[in-house]
């Protein structure tokens, strides 16, 4: 998760608060020389972005000067604060936090336990607590710092109102809204009166946006509108054009999300106004004013939020038109060539992206994977699809150089790459690329789900729920006969149905709950290499600061060995860690079927068409009911059930029928439900009549027992349910089975256990 601001701040004051140490010898002039050296290759690693490396050049001088001048040095101790906040923003957060409560260690001793520096110390460490979402240890050293900060500043003081946000922030993030309301609240009191002393309300912003946005997801509506329009009112006063377009945009961005349009409508149309205010003012008497493209950028990218491409075409024309050209681009192409294709003109499209990676090329390397998926799609929807696989070709091949084959953008490349392939009749070729894509996207949802809160997981099925509607499309618009396709669409349901459920039972704060300090120790090793993969995955051999991608793989390589070995430590230790990270594989499920039965994977998903244009504001086709049906061996098959709103008014109406004794039309309604769903599953069960049904969306609330079919007979008479959440339950039982040496019954659960 994003770090708060006041971490910045304490890592600066942390390394101040080191410099203060005392004084040792000097270094001899060989040892300066090498720590001039090893400090220009510092310099030269961070501008380049390349943090991995970077850290290990400071680490390098630290241990250097720390050699030289001694560990109490102030050099010493300064180079040591660069080193642990290298290592934090790297992801080695073991190695990081060592250093870190050495540092905090060495201020308490000097500066006391309660002091300003002391404060700075421990906000500094924070940051490892933050980045790994482990807030039960974090409580106490926000408690902590909070405590300090109240003594020595005060309790009127703006740094006590500051640290009362970041408490909040704590709380907040553990879903704890009532405890982040009362904490804002607080602080909004302190800045409030603060704010009237100086009169200088500005500062009542961040507090106000933070404390509406508590009472908005608690349903406070009204209490969470009063405070959004105080904040609009503050940023109506602003002189920076930024600062009130940004908070108006920002709080109609809640109120659309919201479901309240009425609200959101007007402070979108102001925020236009402000915008077009402020370019007509600029265009009459400062045409070449820097700020000019920036607000008509700012002002199309509104126009593109609410679906008007040819505002934003109108608008970005402009922006490209006054912006100063560099290499002959503007750098606002690429947004323009998005609109384009939204109006239905990829050839245009195609041509200012082409200008655009033209200009950029003559400045860095990365055009190709800037540019390249976009031109990609754009050159497929043109219908040139030999030109499109040659740029997506290019596309990837830069990806993985730069920044390696496992990295989340190679997998959305070879998506598109699919699509071409799939629009040109290569059938086979895009189920490979579509394959090979969906297996980088279940290992970047594995690291996902082992760190982050259940809502943080929401959100990121929310946003890539498109993967698994892709799988199913894919198979039912071009490979309805293809085995494989069929394997690949369910393998995907089963790696997604019900997952955030899985990650929340299997949270790593719980399983650290129940492990011993030791094992503890353990977990954050883990924890930590994991992160280190995450990051260095997504930051790409340039991170490293080596110029041969052989030492970028090699160390990709070391840290997935050490993972792989500490995952194996954790799996001995907590039954709970082997359920949520053994691997999803469908002949693993299909092995714990019995012979005699059949598993029906259910799912309620979004069609999509591959042919659809482009669009600001898609308008998907309706929902849909669809069953993969498969047995303990063989292919499964996909059977269409149909329109999902009919079969939810089916099952309401059901329902309704069987709830109320006075209803006789039950049986009629039951058979009716039957015909829309199982009817058209029979004839794919091979006889079987022991069925694993594990249903989706409103045909959870079914009991498929009370169905009648065609002869209006009950289906307990011809058949078992079994209802898993998932076929995925399957490999828990055989988890349950190995630690238990027996059989397992699905009945009266102790849900404390």
């Known amino acids: 998760m994003r770090l708060p601001a006041f971490h910045v701040v304490a890592v600066i004051a942390c390394a101040a608060t080191a410099a203060q140490a005392a004084p040792a010898r000097e270094p001899t002039p060989a040892q300066k020389a090498e720590l001039d050296k090893l400090d220009k290759e510092l310099r030269e690693l961070q501008i380049k972005a390349a943090y991995f490396g970077a850290s290990k050049i400071a680490c390098k001088a630290y241990r250097l000067q720390r050699d030289a001048t001694g560990e109490d040095s102030r050099q010493a101790q300064q180079r040591k604060s660069v080193c642990a906040n290298l290592l934090s923003g790297g992801g080695e957060y073991a190695e990081a936090l060592t250093l870190f409560q050495e540092l905090l260690a060495t201020t308490e001793r000097e500066k006391g336990p309660e002091s300003h520096e002391t404060a700075y110390a421990l906000m500094a460490m924070t940051g490892v607590y933050w980045a790994q979402n482990r807030y039960d240890e974090l409580e106490p050293i926000v408690h902590r710092i909070v405590a300090i900060t109240k003594k020595v500043d005060g309790e009127q003081s703006q740094g006590y109102a500051q640290q009362l946000m970041t408490e909040g922030a704590l709380y907040y993030a553990r879903n704890e809204y009532s405890s982040a309301q009362r904490l804002y609240e ?108 920036m607000y008509l950028g700012s002002l199309a990218m509104i126009h593109r939020q609410n679906g008007d491409a040819a505002a934003a075409d109108k608008v970005l024309t402009r922006a490209v038109a006054v912006a100063p050209k560099r290499n002959g681009a503007s750098g606002w192409e690429a947004a323009l060539a998005e609109v384009k294709r939204a109006e239905g003109k990829p050839k245009e499209a195609v041509a200012l992206l082409e200008q655009a990676k033209t200009a950029l090329a003559k400045t860095t390397p990365l055009a190709a994977i800037t540019y390249g998926w976009q031109m990609g799609d ?109 394997r690949l669409g369910l393998t995907t349901l089963l790696r997604r149905k019900g997952r955030v459920l899985d990650a929340a039972a299997g949270a790593m704060a719980t399983i650290r709950s129940k492990l011993s300090p030791e094992d503890k120790k353990l977990l954050d090793e883990l924890a930590s290499a994991r992160a280190q993969l995450a990051k260095l995955t997504v930051a790409g051999p340039t991170a490293t600061g080596q110029s041969d991608d052989a030492d970028y793989a090699k160390e990709i390589a070391l840290l997935e060995d050490r993972i792989q070995r500490l995952e194996v430590e954790v799996s001995k230790k907590s039954a709970a860690y082997r359920l949520v990270s053994q691997p999803i594989d469908l002949a693993a499920v299909q092995k714990m079927i019995p012979a005699d039965a059949r598993l029906i994977e259910m799912v309620n998903y979004q069609p999509l068409d591959p042919k659809a244009r482009y669009s600001l504001k898609p308008k998907y086709p309706p929902r849909r009911y669809a069953a993969y049906v498969t047995g303990s061996k063989g292919d499964p098959t996909l059977v269409e059930l149909g329109d999902a709103k009919t079969i939810d008014q089916a099952v309401e109406k059901f329902r309704k029928a069987v709830s109320d004794p006075d209803n006789d039309g039950a049986v009629d309604l039951g058979r009716a439900l039957y015909d829309l769903t199982l009817a058209k599953i029979v004839p794919h069960l091979g006889g079987a009549t022991n069925l694993l049904i594990a249903p989706d969306g409103a045909l959870n609330l079914v009991p498929f027992a009370a169905l009648a079919d065609e002869k209006r007979q009950f289906l307990i008479k011809k058949y078992t349910f079994t209802y898993p959440t998932s076929g995925r339950d399957l490999l828990r039982l055989k988890l349950s089975t190995k630690a238990q040496g027996g059989g397992m019954v699905f009945a009266d659960p102790s849900f404390d256990s």
């Open 378 to 486: 754009a050159l497929r929807e043109e219908g040139d699809y030999r030109r499109a696989e040659k740029v997506l070709d290019e596309h990837r091949a830069a990806i993985a150089k730069y920044f390696g084959t496992r990295h989340p953008m190679y997998g959305l490349s070879l998506l598109s790459l699919s699509k071409v392939y799939a629009a040109a009749g290569k059938i086979p070729q895009a189920e490979r690329a579509l394959t090979e894509s969906l297996d980088l996207a279940e290992k970047d949802l594995a690291l996902a789900l082992r760190t982050g809160t259940e809502s943080d997981h929401a959100v990121y099925f929310a946003r890539n729920n498109y993967q698994l509607d892709t799988a199913i499309s894919f198979e039912l618009h071009y490979a309805p006969r293809s085995p494989s396709a069929a």
């Open 186 to 293: 607080e602080s909004l009191r302190l800045h409030e009166k603060l704010a009237a002393a100086s009169k200088d309300d500005s500062s009542l912003l961040g507090p106000l946006q933070m404390l509406a946005n508590v009472y908005w997801q608690t349903n406070q509506r009204p209490k969470a509108i009063a405070l959004y329009d105080r904040s609009i009112a503050i940023a109506e006063k602003s002189k920076l054009v930024q600062t009130r377009a940004g908070i108006m945009w920002g709080v109609s961005g809640v109120y659309s999300y919201g479901g309240r349009e009425d609200l959101a409508a007007p402070l979108m149309k102001r925020v236009i106004e402000i915008y077009e205010q402020e370019i007509s003012r600029l265009e009459k008497t400062k045409p070449d004013d820097a700020m000019l493209p």
